[in-house]
């Protein structure tokens, strides 16, 4: 049976509780650390383009909160050095475990202020976007990007807020 399709804000839950479920397997892994932190990594990647590209604009154009719309894609921005150094690393390096493990708390705090009561999301619906819309555009837009990724070697996450630490550079629009 065809899954149901989910709108822009389930879809965005979702692969908030996959990265979770991801970041709790690392955690207690023994071998497969690579693999699972690969995982993250792409996981994280994909989700942040769509945010950043789909729907954080559609926020803004209805007015959700600038200064919390700014600290989104700061924090976006933050989490992608983790990603970038995680991409060029193994679980044997130093501090590997514990990069992990910070960006799992980043994530942790961003997704609370993309979900919480009055936060990005809840806002986002209460000035009316069009979440069945957006959903649509962000299930093609994701099919688009998987099938552009070489899941063995991950592109580098691009950053738009930064101006000291350039990851990939994102052209300003
Ligand atoms: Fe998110
Ligand atoms: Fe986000």
Redesign the pocket.
């Known amino acids: 049976m065809a899954k149901a399709k989910m709108n822009a804000v389930e879809m965005l839950k979702a692969d908030h509780r996959k990265v979770e479920d991801l970041f709790e397997k690392y955690e207690k892994a023994r071998g497969k650390k690579a693999e699972i932190a690969k995982k993250i990594c792409l996981e994280l990647i994909v989700h942040?383009m769509l945010?950043e590209e789909i729907f954080y604009p559609a926020c803004r154009e209805v007015g959700v909160e600038e200064d919390m719309m700014d600290e989104?894609d700061v924090e976006?921005d933050g989490a992608k050095v983790l990603i970038a150094e995680l991409e060029h690393g193994t679980p044997e390096d130093d501090y590997y475990d514990a990069k992990v493990k910070v960006l799992s708390e980043e994530i942790k705090h961003?997704v609370k202020e993309?979900e919480q009561r009055d936060g990005l999301f809840a806002q986002a619906k209460s000035k009316g976007v069009d979440l069945e819309a957006l959903g649509e555009q962000m299930a093609a837009r994701k099919k688009e990007i998987l099938a552009g990724i070489d899941e063995n070697s991950l592109p580098l996450p691009m950053t738009q807020t930064m101006r000291a630490a350039a990851l990939g550079q994102r052209p300003q629009a």
């Open positions: 942040t945010e989104a976006h961003h993309e």
